[in-house]
């Protein structure tokens, strides 16, 4: 089980930017490969994958997340990150951040194939 913790969310104009963080505790990063991911839930809409990772480096982005977020790790800080730019009022959400050990590159943005979720952290887009 992996302990993971977002911060970073809050309240952005359309055309801002945010830079969400996730620690993420309880693996050895040195021994172990996981995958690291970034998923969303608007209000009465089903949650998203927004774009994974793994330790590699490889990544992968939803369409929409294409050309405006960038995820990326650093594991000496046991951190992942999301930076976001151009928001907009669409991207309204309750972002995650999620952990599992190999993914199969197919499912990296499939939040059931994630065991260890964080709490998430709230964006808000206004026009």
């Known amino acids: 089980q992996v302990d993971l913790v977002e911060s970073g969310g809050g309240s952005v104009q359309a055309g801002g930017s945010l830079t969400l963080s996730c620690v993420f505790s309880g693996y050895d990063t040195s021994a172990y490969a996981y995958n690291l991911g970034w998923f969303r839930q608007a209000p009465g809409k089903e949650r998203e994958g927004v774009a994974g990772m793994d330790d590699d480096g490889n990544t992968v982005y939803a369409d929409f997340a294409k050309g405006r977020f960038t995820i990326s790790r650093d594991n000496a800080k046991n951190t992942l990150y999301l930076q976001m730019h151009n928001l907009k009022p669409e991207d309204t959400a309750l972002y995650y951040c999620?952990?599992?050990?190999?993914?199969?590159?197919?499912?990296?943005?499939?939040?059931?194939?994630?065991?260890?979720w964080g709490q998430g952290t709230q964006v808000t887009v206004s026009s």
């Open positions: 999620a952990a599992q050990s190999f993914i199969l590159r197919q499912l990296w943005l499939t939040g059931s194939a994630y065991r260890s």
